[in-house]
């Protein structure tokens, strides 16, 4: 049989690492997939450029539509991010019936609603593997391996270049732009940093576990999301005092009432194995009430680990591409008419406990002012700390556990001890996580 002709959108970081991972490994993929498979075409910002992979075999261009419009292509890779470029390109794929393998979270967690819809419209499959979590095959895992169970909660770090900072800043007391500048350096990080450290990136993951968990439609603009760009290294430290290690989590629970979709820096008890996830590693918990807890645990991010998804999703697409699209696994888990309407619940809405850290006169009476507040809000302190004044700052550290709590009320509690004469104007606050 004659080679399946793939085209390439990108050949940055993740594109070279597939033509790498697509050569080196050719007999065991094609033996796996049943055809050979040949990168064809490849689209490339310019056409003279360090590339990580050898491109003498392949037809390099500036222009992606040639990629997409090319009638020898049966499969479009689209590597190069982004959500409007990349959408008008995996649209105009799709419409002439060429299967779509993506990495690109931002896509399909923003409009992969509407480029499901097309892609059964025109009986072609989009496979997106590599979005979530690098190499770990937690989309495979999630609606293939778990379809028995009704899941109940998932909780992960979902992000490398977060992690990496972090676990920096804890093991080396590295300073925060450094890391990051590093993470850039080593092609963890997003073209737009941001995306990592506010915590945009892990909401795109998440958004995209909760849809094929819960099956309910991508709903990015419902979730909840806050980066690491609060986090202090005293942070990191008390946290450890305390037993915890703080980690930036995406979580998604299915409840009665409905969903929660958050993604934000929480402690976490040292003894979790979530806890000692390190570097730019990504783990993932799910829990199916079958199965009950299950952890899934790799590269996040890099060459080589995005493209062993990428290559899996390929091999995957040209082991079905001419059966039947009735029987093809649904996009997003679930039968596109059997999805649920369930709300995404605000995070007002939600229980937990926190870490409250505050910066407080050292005079009698101040602490008697907080702990009011949080009791007149029936608000439980779990411990309370009181620290050496730091560098040049005149008033103490003060760091408060609580336990679980309505968000709302804490809120609130905090609103009031912002606005207190003895206390700094601004609490920082991390949620809790025993994830039990
Ligand atoms: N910037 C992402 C991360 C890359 O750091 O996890 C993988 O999606």
């Known amino acids: ?117 097309l892609a059964r419209q025109r009986e072609v499959m989009v496979a997106f593997e590599a979005a979530v979590a690098g190499g770990i095959p937690i989309i495979k895992a999630v609606r293939e391996g778990l379809a028995a169970n009704r899941i109940q909660w998932l909780a992960g770090i979902i992000n490398g270049t977060s992690n990496f900072i972090l676990t920096e800043m804890r093991d080396k007391g590295r300073d925060f732009d450094d890391v990051l500048a590093e993470a850039q350096a080593l092609g963890y990080a997003e073209a737009d940093p941001t995306f990592d450290i506010e915590g945009i990136d892990a909401a795109h993951k998440l958004t995209i576990l909760a849809a094929i968990s819960f099956g309910i439609p991508l709903q990015f603009d419902k979730a909840y999301t806050e980066g690491i760009g609060q986090i202090t290294a005293a942070d990191v430290t008390y946290a450890e005092e305390l037993g915890y290690r703080i980690k930036h989590l995406g979580i998604a629970r299915k409840s009665e009432s409905g969903v929660e979709l958050r993604v934000h820096p929480a402690m976490v008890p040292e003894r979790r194995l979530l806890a000692n996830v390190d570097g730019v590693m990504n783990a993932v918990v799910v829990h199916g009430d079958a199965v009950g807890p299950t952890l899934y645990y790799g590269a996040g991010a890099g060459a080589e680990p995005t493209a062993s998804a990428v290559v899996a999703d390929i091999v995957d697409v040209v082991r079905v591409m001419t059966s039947d699209p009735e029987h093809h696994v649904p996009h997003l888990a679930f039968q596109p008419n059997a999805l649920s309407d369930i709300p995404v619940l605000p995070i007002d809405a939600i229980k937990t406990a926190y870490y409250l850290r505050l910066y407080a006169d050292d005079k009698p009476g101040v602490l008697a002012d907080i702990t009011r507040i949080l009791a007149d809000q029936d608000i439980s302190i779990e411990a309370v700390i009181q620290k050496e004044p730091v560098d040049d700052e005149p008033r103490i550290p003060v760091i408060l556990l609580t336990h679980s709590v309505p968000e709302q009320r804490i809120n609130a509690a905090l609103k009031q001890i912002e606005a207190l004469s003895s206390v700094n104007d601004k609490v920082t606050r991390i949620r809790v996580e025993t994830l039990n």
Do not use: W
């Open 1 to 117: 049989m004659d080679p399946v002709q793939v085209g390439l959108l990108g050949l940055g970081t993740v594109g070279g690492g597939t033509v790498n991972v697509l050569h080196r490994n050719a007999p065991e993929i094609g033996r796996r997939a049943g055809r050979d498979i040949r990168v064809k075409l490849a689209s490339v910002r310019t056409l003279q450029s360090d590339r990580i992979c050898d491109t003498s075999a392949i037809e390099l261009t500036t222009d992606p539509y040639q990629v997409v419009n090319s009638p020898g292509i049966d499969i479009v890779v689209e590597l190069i991010g982004g959500d409007t470029l990349a959408k008008e390109l995996v649209v105009q794929a799709i419409e002439n019936g060429k299967h779509v393998v993506t990495a690109n979270k931002a896509l399909i967690a923003l409009h992969g609603n509407e480029i499901f819809e």
